[in-house]
């Protein structure tokens, strides 16, 4: 994602193990697959790191301008899955999601049941009630 015209991905780290179960996945995406490179010739301002870590489970992390960083764990997951990480985080633009203080829904409009107050006391109170109708 650009803000103000500046992509604000600027690293994209993928880390996996050389003989782990859970990164066969991005090792077959790494040695057979162009999308690392189409996605390389796509995006030149985004430097593209790759360095095995052995003994542990396969994460791409992406640095962004801000100095945030976001990772996203891989483990067992098929080449198209690696793809949508690639484009997820080319797509963010880093930043935390701040939420907006205050309740989620509040109306203008007054309550036609009334405002409930703890004194009201329905076990004293009757009801007439008619049936109409068959």
Same mark, same amino acid.
């Given at each position: 994602m650009a803000t103000r015209g500046v992509p604000?991905?600027?690293?994209? +780290?993928? @880390? /996996?193990?050389?003989?782990?179960?859970?990164? $066969?996945? &991005? @090792?077959? /995406?790494? =040695?057979?697959?162009?999308? %690392? %490179? #189409? !996605? $390389? @010739?796509? #995006?030149?301002h985004i430097k593209i790191i790759v360095k095995p870590r052995n003994g542990n489970h396969p994460y791409i992390e992406g640095q962004y301008l801000s100095g945030q960083s976001k990772q &996203?764990? &891989?483990? #067992?997951?098929?080449? @198209? +899955?690696?793809?949508?990480? !690639?484009?997820?985080? +080319? #797509?963010? =633009?880093? +930043?935390?999601?701040v939420r907006l203080g205050g309740l989620a829904v509040r109306g203008d409009c007054v309550s036609v049941q009334g405002v409930w107050t703890p004194m009201l006391n329905l076990e004293q109170e009757t009801f007439d009630m008619t049936v109409v109708g068959g």
């Amino acid at each position: 994602m650009a803000t103000r015209g500046v992509p604000q991905l600027q690293k994209l +780290r993928i @880390r /996996y193990c050389e003989h782990g179960g859970s990164s $066969a996945a &991005v @090792r077959s /995406y790494l =040695s057979s697959s162009p999308h %690392l %490179l #189409n !996605f $390389a @010739r796509d #995006n030149p301002h985004i430097k593209i790191i790759v360095k095995p870590r052995n003994g542990n489970h396969p994460y791409i992390e992406g640095q962004y301008l801000s100095g945030q960083s976001k990772q &996203v764990c &891989v483990k #067992n997951t098929d080449e @198209r +899955r690696i793809l949508e990480v !690639f484009d997820m985080l +080319r #797509n963010t =633009s880093g +930043r935390k999601i701040v939420r907006l203080g205050g309740l989620a829904v509040r109306g203008d409009c007054v309550s036609v049941q009334g405002v409930w107050t703890p004194m009201l006391n329905l076990e004293q109170e009757t009801f007439d009630m008619t049936v109409v109708g068959g």
